[in-house]
């Protein structure tokens, strides 16, 4: 019978989590607030992100509580508005955004690479005091009456209408996006410069190509949403005209440049969620990527596509007729990419030696999830059905599918993957395979219903509905009340496992990459000597010839 | 010689720190100079359609200045120039695929 785990780990009663690490290295709050190790500002980042996404989901419950009634009984209708705002500011600027670059692509490219730290370590540091002094900016104009113009900021309601904190908000978003620039930068100079000898490009680990596409896109695209952002501040106070038909502007022109932002934004969230499931699927399967080289260019493809189709947001906006034909068409070029790595993925289960610990069971719930989301953005890419879905709840299931079913699943996903790397301790499997069960049940019960009141015509952002639409809806209260249970367990046995959690070794997975290849929690260093990448990328017989060679030294 | 080092060390991909010398600075910064009173003094001239043209193009040829000698793109690695291009090339695609639909809107049903 084969083994239903890779999980190795070290003899337990004389295991010792290694006294010099990064977490050791120094003590105090400075030592954290200043310092300048990517590992450092991996957890610091982990900590504020982990916080925000608490605040977004209480929010999201508020919503759905909300909506548990055709009426619109729990909040004012005005309340409702700041409401959902506020939850897809916080959700998409302080935590989708960020999620897993400034986490984990923090805490791994330098490793992955082989190399001490990122580029520019006091750049890192300060891209998370802009992200906190953004998000904590967001969290005052929410205490200080919100905002209610729904995350996009739209023009003329966010320039002309609405009379609540929109500049705070916009501005709150502005310095977050600085923090995002700064992070691609960042990784873009480290892959390009401090790869360690012999780390070619296509020895690079597929997570990296997957952040280095996204850096791109962080880099060339959030500067655009700032200067839509500074547009709306200087047509409210004012009046300069641009977004104003009055004085020979035009609101569509905002929605032009939020979305050549905020399109390939979703491609900034999902990339390195991507990733992630690379590495995860490689590892459980014991096989190279299949299409490895596809896989990469793929992540690049999706980046460079992911520019030539905002205007798909904008179909029922009065654009033209011929820009929503050629923008339909190029929408559909995009799907391409996306399907390359999921049937790639496919095949590298084909014939795998396949395990099913909790980073698998979220990525197996990730290629699903994401399947039907992106199959779903189609629907929404064809300009005929997008007429009639647009703005219902088809699109916010959609768009929750790609975000939270994948871009969050791959996150908790990569979290639990490399939670030994980080802590040197394991988390508890057995509840956290239940975790990611429910998860992924607490995840279908609370967005499919959407997906058939959207094609039934339930509009978004509205806090009544016509009765008939109330049995889907107590579905989707119910089943995120079961996905706050699937979200709430990770943070309780993560954090019971920092004291209680087995010692883990340095690689429990069995995995190839070199971050396994040093010690957990790692040296400040990362490594003890300069690794030289002298074998393929996920070449798994380099790694048991090299247990072998361990084993003969031991025992000799 | 020195520049044939510089050269050497381009080649094997080495930070070699260009010296600009005060002349040059001093040039660009009259011709940037020159170009802002241009600009004023062709704001005050009825052009019709060309008063905006005339600007954006005095603009795009200071901003060309400042990237290539007060941000030593001139003197760069070709990576650095690559990445200048991205952007100038995300910059054109935003606006031509923008002005497609502006242009097109009169056009009417297809």
């Known amino acids: 019978m084969s083994e239903s785990t890779i999980v190795k780990l070290p003899d337990q009663s004389t295991a010792r989590i290694p006294k010099m690490n990064y977490l050791s290295k120094e003590n105090g709050i400075l030592s954290w607030l200043l310092t300048g190790d990517h590992k450092r500002i991996a957890i610091l980042y982990l900590i504020s992100l982990s916080f925000f996404f608490f605040i977004g989901g209480a929010l999201a419950g508020l919503i759905r509580l909300e909506l548990l009634t055709p009426q619109a009984d729990l909040m004012a209708t005005d309340t409702y508005n700041k409401v959902f705002t506020m939850h897809g500011v916080i959700m998409i600027f302080f935590f989708l955004v960020p999620s897993v670059p400034a986490t984990l692509g923090n805490f791994l490219i330098p490793m992955m690479i082989g190399a001490k730290d990122l580029a520019l370590p006091k750049i890192n540091l300060l891209s998370w005091y802009l992200y906190m002094a953004g998000g904590l900016l967001a969290l005052y104009t929410m205490a200080t009456g919100g905002v209610d113009t729904g995350w996009t900021f739209t023009t003329p309601l966010s320039t002309h209408y609405v009379n609540t904190n929109v500049l705070t908000t916009g501005l709150a978003a502005f310095i977050a996006g600085f923090s995002s620039i700064f992070t691609g930068l960042n990784f873009i100079v480290t892959i390009h410069k401090m790869r360690a000898p012999g780390m070619t490009w296509f020895k690079l680990p597929l997570f990296v190509w997957a952040h280095y596409a996204a850096s791109v896109l962080m880099v060339l695209a959030t500067p655009v949403v700032a200067i839509a952002i500074v547009l709306v501040a200087l047509e409210r106070t004012i009046g300069i005209g641009v977004f104003d038909p009055t004085k020979g502007g ?49 992540s690049v493809a999706i980046a460079i596509f992911g520019f030539f189709v905002w205007a798909h947001h904008m179909f029922i906006m009065g654009i033209s007729n011929y820009a929503v034909l050629v923008f339909s068409l190029l929408t559909m070029l995009v799907a ?8 790639n993925w496919t095949f590298t289960l084909y014939k795998g030696s396949i395990t099913f610990e909790t980073p698998m069971i979220y990525a197996f719930g990730f290629m699903g999830l994401f399947t039907i989301g992106g199959l779903t953005g189609v629907f929404l890419g064809v300009s005929g059905t997008d007429i009639h879905l647009t703005e219902t709840y088809f699109i916010v299931a959609h768009f929750h599918f790609v975000m939270v079913g994948g871009m969050l699943m791959a996150f908790l996903s990569g979290i639990h993957f490399w939670w030994p790397k980080m802590t040197g301790r394991m988390y508890p499997e057995k509840i956290s395979q239940l975790a990611a069960v429910v998860t992924f049940i607490g995840f279908n019960f609370t967005f499919f219903p959407q997906f058939i009141l959207g094609t039934l015509g339930m509009p978004r952002r509205y806090a009544s509905y016509p009765p008939e639409f109330q049995i889907l809806n107590v579905f989707s209260t119910a089943g995120a009340t079961i996905l706050g249970v699937g979200y709430l367990l990770p943070v309780l046995y993560l954090v019971w496992s920092l004291r209680y959690g087995k010692i883990a070794g340095n690689n429990p997975w069995q995995a190839t990459g070199l971050e396994w290849q040093t010690q957990s929690p790692p040296l400040t260093e990362n490594f003890v000597k300069m690794p030289i990448m002298d074998h393929d990328v996920y070449d798994y017989e380099w790694l048991e010839a090299q247990q072998e060679k361990e084993k003969e030294v031991a025992s000799a | 010689m020195s520049e044939q080092n510089a050269h050497a060390q381009h080649a094997e991909g080495k930070h070699a720190h260009h010296i600009v010398s005060p002349k040059t600075y001093a040039l660009i910064l009259l011709a940037l100079l020159v170009g802002t009173a241009t600009t004023v003094w062709a704001s005050y001239v009825d052009l019709g359609i060309w008063n905006p043209v005339i600007a954006l193009a005095i603009a795009c040829t200071k901003a060309t200045l400042v990237v290539l000698f007060f941000m030593h793109v001139k003197y760069s690695s070709k990576l650095t120039m690559l990445t200048v291009l991205a952007g100038i090339f995300m910059f054109l695609t935003l606006i031509g695929m923008t002005l497609a639909d502006y242009i097109s809107r009169a056009w009417g049903q297809w």
């Open chain 1, 250 to 298: 035009d609101p569509i022109l905002f929605q032009h440049l939020f979305w050549f932002y905020s399109h390939p934004a979703v491609y900034i969230m999902i990339l390195p969620g991507m990733g992630v499931i690379s590495e995860v699927i490689s590892t459980f399967s014991r096989k190279r990527v299949f299409g490895y080289t596809a896989v990469a260019f793929s």
């Open chain 1, 336 to 343: 391409v990419p996306s399907a390359i790595k999921i049937f």
